[in-house]
């Protein structure tokens, strides 16, 4: 059985600073955290304005914005509009609510016992949050979250009952985990196996996927692999989702923002604006008078104050008492004088004693701090092979080929790593753009992942890659091992990405001829052929994509980010790694059998080329099924004559049906399920030149634009509209008359 489940959350949360509500808050923040004769809580859960309790009550802002009250059961429970979506918490800028996990259960003949799949939905100004991680349990399961312009997934591997998973760690054997950006409004959980369980079924019946809050989830090991449904309700009951919330997502802070006296509007990152209480006031922000001053003098665990105490309004005043000095914020601190003897000294003394006492600690503290930051840059350096690679920068006998820069080199170049600095970011690190001391302007790669026993490989990579000289490959400048993880210094590369161009605009940026297309199609085949052949030591890039191409200010490719990379012994054709890549892009051999080749390259390699003739992105959840992934997609339209259906309608008036087809049926060999069936990057790069230089008689070229000038308007209709996945006739996110829900027993893995 196949259930599927489509949650649509309608979602606002109160917009001012509160403990979990099932706490309560102080009577002054009470006062005003409903509109007048309008109930503040149902349950443990308080209900504040801009909600509120019933539909055209008047109790919320408006009809958006109503809850219902249950109180059918001794427990009243709190829903979301008239659905069955339970809340059990709001406060300042997040709303929780409860998560169902995806599973898919097996047979032992590895046929699906059942199985759910998830959707959820949630409407402008509400987002999922960062504080959400997606996790995937099971022996013999990968899964994908897809979201909008988001596509990822998670493995989870162990090949028998031995290989016990460590309890708490989500790493992959067992369980994996990984990170949702921020702003998404919806997101798509599948889940498939690569065997259907039969190797694991005797622990492992079932695979589970689920979004929820980090931390909230704690993996026990092999007990939860084995017990499905005990695992699912267990996340059921303790593994909340998260969403974050802002008003007038498309505005912010404005003359009509809603923040009443005592209280100030904040925009937030992504658009909308908050409001909340300056300091020293408390309460609801949205409701008349607005936010009421805090007596802090009346609150000793808010004032600290052990003297003459004056509440000020938004603050208070804290003094010694007549005929004592000190400072009365601090127990004890008041003190009194000898009056008897030298009460000039003694003030003096107790007033400038303390402040020469703290300058000399303060001063030994900073040259003990300096001391503890310089023996920790040796460490990283050490840890990160840099005596290894200074040994071998001197036995090269040249110092040239490799730039050691220090922490401060970079830190300037990047004005300290700001965030205004950012130019790229993935999987492998955030790239940042900066200008050294000698006026070049320099991209500055500062990488996540930090593998200490690998130090030795690194250098060697790096000192090769140094190595690496191609007017098509960026150039590697030299790193800094002073830091906890490497930082890598390239060239920088002023004019965006490939993909960029490509998919900016509909067909293409206006330079972005069929013959330019060709020119960049030779150029990084051109790079790859280079790295697998002529290079000291082949190298395979694994992780070629259009993102990772880049064009400098004459539209000339460079190939990037080698973060991915891998080395080949000369004696070796072949290396098996864990799986790293890009869906869409990733070699479906290399996916199933670890093992890397240079036809891994290759086929990706053929995605983007399919990407150069199309137009079209790699994996769309906007394109119908057939045309999800572009790599089978063309394949088959290769297969099926059906080539010309599927070109971008600007390649066919500029290049040839002859052109076309010869290089289409070049991209299909590329894309070959087997990698031996693939043609070697070399062997693609020739022909990709030899189709560069064909031309044809001048008349002939005359007939072919004729011939094809019908397919070019057929065309280009079709790509003006691509249906989306989800049509706007199918989802109304503004409203919704009836939601059916599956009961809680439907919904569990069994």
């Given at each position: 059985m196949r259930h599927q489940y489509i949650m649509i959350l309608y979602l606002f949360t109160f917009p001012f600073t509160m403990a979990l509500d099932t706490q309560g808050s102080s009577a002054s923040a009470i006062n005003n955290i409903a509109k007048t004769n309008c109930p503040s809580r149902c349950g443990n859960v308080t209900v504040p304005y801009p909600f509120g309790i019933g539909k055209d009550t008047g109790c919320s802002l408006d009809n958006s914005f109503y809850l219902t009250c249950n109180m059918s059961n001794e427990d009243p429970k709190l829903f979301l509009l008239s659905s069955n979506i339970e809340i059990y918490n709001i406060s300042d800028s997040e709303f929780r609510t409860r998560t169902r996990p995806a599973f898919r259960c097996y047979n032992p003949d590895g046929t699906i016992r059942n199985e759910f799949e998830w959707w959820s939905i949630i409407a402008s100004p509400f987002t999922f949050s960062e504080k959400n991680k997606f996790t995937v349990l099971g022996c013999d399961d990968y899964s994908l979250i897809r979201g909008n312009n988001f596509v990822s997934g998670c493995l989870g591997l162990c090949s028998t009952n031995q290989d016990e998973p460590d309890n708490g760690q989500c790493s992959g054997s067992g369980c994996c985990q990984t990170s949702i950006p921020k702003g998404l409004d919806y997101y798509n959980v599948t889940l498939n196996s690569f065997k259907n369980h039969t190797d694991v079924w005797s622990f492992n019946q079932c695979g589970l996927a689920f979004l929820g809050e980090q931390g909230s989830f704690?993996?026990?090991?092999?007990?939860?692999?084995?017990?499905?449904?005990?695992?699912?309700?267990?996340?059921?009951?303790?593994?909340?989702?998260?969403?974050?919330?802002?008003?007038?997502?498309?505005?912010?802070?404005s003359e009509s923002a809603e923040c009443k006296g005592n209280s100030s509007c904040y925009e937030v990152d992504g658009g909308g604006y908050r409001c909340r209480c300056n300091n020293g006031y408390e309460g609801n922000p949205y409701l008349d008078p607005g936010c009421q001053d805090i007596n802090e003098c009346a609150n000793l665990g808010i004032s600290h104050c052990y003297g003459d105490c004056l509440n000020t309004l938004g603050?208070?005043?804290?003094?010694c008492p007549p005929g004592s000095f000190g400072d009365a914020k601090?127990?004890?601190?008041?003190?009194?004088?000898?009056?008897?003897?030298?009460?000039?000294?003694?003030?003096?003394?107790?007033?400038f004693g303390p402040l020469a006492i703290l300058s000399s600690i303060s001063g030994i503290f900073y040259g003990i701090r300096r001391k503890k930051l310089?023996?920790?840059?040796?460490?990283?350096?050490?840890?990160?092979?840099?005596?290894l690679l200074k040994q071998k920068i001197n036995s090269q006998g040249s110092r040239e080929a490799m730039t050691l820069f220090s922490v401060a080199q970079l830190r300037k170049a990047t004005n300290n790593y700001s965030q205004a600095n950012i130019i790229g970011q993935g999987g492998y690190g955030i790239v940042y753009k900066g200008v050294l001391s000698d006026k070049r302007v320099v991209a500055i790669k500062k990488s996540k992942i930090v593998d200490i026993g690998q130090a030795e490989q690194f250098i060697n990579e790096v000192l090769i890659l140094t190595q690496v000289i191609h007017r098509n490959v960026v150039n590697l400048l030299g790193c800094c091992l002073e830091e906890e993880v490497p930082i890598l210094v390239y060239d920088f590369i002023s004019n965006n990405t490939l993909f960029h161009h490509i998919h900016s605009r509909l067909g293409g940026m206006s330079w972005l001829s069929w013959e330019n297309r060709l020119r960049v199609a030779v150029e990084v085949a051109g790079a790859l052929a280079y790295l697998h052949s002529e290079t000291i030591m082949p190298i395979i890039h694994r992780d070629v994509k259009s993102t990772n191409i880049l064009l400098d200010e004459h539209y000339t490719a460079k190939i990037s980010d080698f973060g991915a990379s891998r080395l080949v012994p000369l004696d070796h054709e072949q290396v098996t790694t864990l799986i790293q890549g890009t869906l869409g892009y990733l070699d479906p051999e290399y996916f199933n059998t670890s093992q890397l080749t240079e036809k891994s390259d290759v086929y990706s390699f053929g995605v983007v080329l399919a990407e150069l003739i199309t137009g079209k992105k790699p994996i769309s959840v906007d394109r119908s099924n057939v045309e999800k992934n572009l790599a089978t997609y063309f394949v088959n339209s290769v297969t099926e004559n059906r080539l010309y259906g599927i070109v971008e309608p600007r390649i066919l008036r500029e290049g040839t049906l002859e052109q076309i087809q010869v290089l289409g049926d070049l991209v299909k060999r590329c894309l070959s399920p087997q990698g031996q069936d693939r043609p070697t990057m070399k062997e693609v790069a020739m022909e990709l030149d030899s189709l560069r230089k064909f031309t044809t008689h001048p008349w002939i070229q005359q007939q072919l634009f004729h011939e094809t000038r019908s397919l070019t308007l057929e065309v280009e209709q079709s790509d003006l509209?691509?249906?989306?996945?989800?049509?706007?006739?199918?989802?109304?996110?503004?409203?919704?008359?009836?939601?059916t829900y599956m009961t809680f027993e439907e919904n569990k893995p069994r």
């Amino acid at each position: 059985m196949r259930h599927q489940y489509i949650m649509i959350l309608y979602l606002f949360t109160f917009p001012f600073t509160m403990a979990l509500d099932t706490q309560g808050s102080s009577a002054s923040a009470i006062n005003n955290i409903a509109k007048t004769n309008c109930p503040s809580r149902c349950g443990n859960v308080t209900v504040p304005y801009p909600f509120g309790i019933g539909k055209d009550t008047g109790c919320s802002l408006d009809n958006s914005f109503y809850l219902t009250c249950n109180m059918s059961n001794e427990d009243p429970k709190l829903f979301l509009l008239s659905s069955n979506i339970e809340i059990y918490n709001i406060s300042d800028s997040e709303f929780r609510t409860r998560t169902r996990p995806a599973f898919r259960c097996y047979n032992p003949d590895g046929t699906i016992r059942n199985e759910f799949e998830w959707w959820s939905i949630i409407a402008s100004p509400f987002t999922f949050s960062e504080k959400n991680k997606f996790t995937v349990l099971g022996c013999d399961d990968y899964s994908l979250i897809r979201g909008n312009n988001f596509v990822s997934g998670c493995l989870g591997l162990c090949s028998t009952n031995q290989d016990e998973p460590d309890n708490g760690q989500c790493s992959g054997s067992g369980c994996c985990q990984t990170s949702i950006p921020k702003g998404l409004d919806y997101y798509n959980v599948t889940l498939n196996s690569f065997k259907n369980h039969t190797d694991v079924w005797s622990f492992n019946q079932c695979g589970l996927a689920f979004l929820g809050e980090q931390g909230s989830f704690v993996f026990h090991g092999a007990d939860d692999l084995y017990n499905a449904s005990d695992i699912w309700e267990r996340i059921w009951a303790t593994v909340p989702v998260v969403i974050d919330w802002v008003i007038a997502p498309e505005g912010g802070c404005s003359e009509s923002a809603e923040c009443k006296g005592n209280s100030s509007c904040y925009e937030v990152d992504g658009g909308g604006y908050r409001c909340r209480c300056n300091n020293g006031y408390e309460g609801n922000p949205y409701l008349d008078p607005g936010c009421q001053d805090i007596n802090e003098c009346a609150n000793l665990g808010i004032s600290h104050c052990y003297g003459d105490c004056l509440n000020t309004l938004g603050g208070y005043n804290c003094t010694c008492p007549p005929g004592s000095f000190g400072d009365a914020k601090i127990e004890n601190g008041c003190l009194y004088p000898n009056r008897s003897k030298f009460p000039t000294i003694f003030i003096i003394a107790m007033v400038f004693g303390p402040l020469a006492i703290l300058s000399s600690i303060s001063g030994i503290f900073y040259g003990i701090r300096r001391k503890k930051l310089m023996k920790l840059r040796e460490k990283f350096f050490e840890q990160n092979g840099g005596i290894l690679l200074k040994q071998k920068i001197n036995s090269q006998g040249s110092r040239e080929a490799m730039t050691l820069f220090s922490v401060a080199q970079l830190r300037k170049a990047t004005n300290n790593y700001s965030q205004a600095n950012i130019i790229g970011q993935g999987g492998y690190g955030i790239v940042y753009k900066g200008v050294l001391s000698d006026k070049r302007v320099v991209a500055i790669k500062k990488s996540k992942i930090v593998d200490i026993g690998q130090a030795e490989q690194f250098i060697n990579e790096v000192l090769i890659l140094t190595q690496v000289i191609h007017r098509n490959v960026v150039n590697l400048l030299g790193c800094c091992l002073e830091e906890e993880v490497p930082i890598l210094v390239y060239d920088f590369i002023s004019n965006n990405t490939l993909f960029h161009h490509i998919h900016s605009r509909l067909g293409g940026m206006s330079w972005l001829s069929w013959e330019n297309r060709l020119r960049v199609a030779v150029e990084v085949a051109g790079a790859l052929a280079y790295l697998h052949s002529e290079t000291i030591m082949p190298i395979i890039h694994r992780d070629v994509k259009s993102t990772n191409i880049l064009l400098d200010e004459h539209y000339t490719a460079k190939i990037s980010d080698f973060g991915a990379s891998r080395l080949v012994p000369l004696d070796h054709e072949q290396v098996t790694t864990l799986i790293q890549g890009t869906l869409g892009y990733l070699d479906p051999e290399y996916f199933n059998t670890s093992q890397l080749t240079e036809k891994s390259d290759v086929y990706s390699f053929g995605v983007v080329l399919a990407e150069l003739i199309t137009g079209k992105k790699p994996i769309s959840v906007d394109r119908s099924n057939v045309e999800k992934n572009l790599a089978t997609y063309f394949v088959n339209s290769v297969t099926e004559n059906r080539l010309y259906g599927i070109v971008e309608p600007r390649i066919l008036r500029e290049g040839t049906l002859e052109q076309i087809q010869v290089l289409g049926d070049l991209v299909k060999r590329c894309l070959s399920p087997q990698g031996q069936d693939r043609p070697t990057m070399k062997e693609v790069a020739m022909e990709l030149d030899s189709l560069r230089k064909f031309t044809t008689h001048p008349w002939i070229q005359q007939q072919l634009f004729h011939e094809t000038r019908s397919l070019t308007l057929e065309v280009e209709q079709s790509d003006l509209y691509e249906a989306p996945l989800i049509s706007n006739d199918t989802i109304n996110r503004k409203s919704y008359s009836s939601i059916t829900y599956m009961t809680f027993e439907e919904n569990k893995p069994r």
